[in-house]
């Protein structure tokens, strides 16, 4: 899309989309805890926000091992998971997913990625973070800096893989079903036959395969962020 002569990827205008809305639920959430009675029995959108924040709290401390350091990657976690269920599932909507684009999920990678690398150096110190890259032997360096690497990598391709394959196959299927509706008179003046096969593939590819991705990425996001916790703080914790 080109507006004053500047092209625009359509993707730009989903991430506006999913903000939004990741925005008006964040409000909507706020607004109804204020006005909750702390001493009765939540329910509603109260109740439904307290599950969620439970759920995402038991999660990230099994995954990292810890009753103390878990509360400060929870938030990020949490807010993670809506918006990249809302960004993987958007395209039920005939809306592009973000994620479909690399950019997108570059960027969230790179954000996981400087989370990891930071508990490392907190965690090592930047002489044990440095020297690490040279164990058990000097010339493990390379190895060894592809390591550090294959994550940032890993995570970001693989979501954008399956988000993109799965609008793809979709955009394929609804060409092929409106060709082929176009082939009955009087009723191939719509895709008929796409009304009929999409729904079960779009409850696959967009809101099944969207779900799995996510908690692939906060998954990862937890164990890698976990695994470079203090040995004897886990101890301690666990």
Sequence with gaps: MSIFGIEIQK??????????????????????????????????ITALALLFVN???????????????????????????????????????AISAPTSNYSVTLALTLITWFMIQSVAIGTQGWKGFIKGFFEPFAPFVIMNLF??????????LRMFGNVLSGSVIMELLYTFTGWISSL????????????????????????FSGFIQMFIFISLTM????????????????
Excluded: C, Q
């Design 55 to 93: 759920t995402v709290e038991k999660l990230t401390r099994e995954s990292m091992s810890g009753n103390k350091v878990y509360k400060k990657y929870a938030p990020y976690i949490g807010l993670l998971m809506v918006y990249l269920f809302i960004s993987n599932t958007i395209g039920l909507f």
């Design 184 to 207: 009955i008179p009087y009723l191939g003046i719509f895709n008929w036959l796409g009304v009929i096969v999409a729904p079960a593939l779009h409850l696959y590819f967009d809101l």
């Design 11 to 44: 993707e730009v205008f989903s991430i506006l989309i999913v903000s939004a809305i990741v925005g008006a639920i964040i409000f909507v959430v706020n607004r109804s805890l204020k006005k909750a009675d702390p001493l009765a029995k939540p329910s509603g």
């Design 223 to 238: 164990v890698y962020i976990g695994n470079e916790l203090p040995e004897t703080e886990k101890e301690k914790e666990s």
């Design 147 to 156: 390591g550090l690497i294959a994550p940032l990598v890993s995570m970001s």
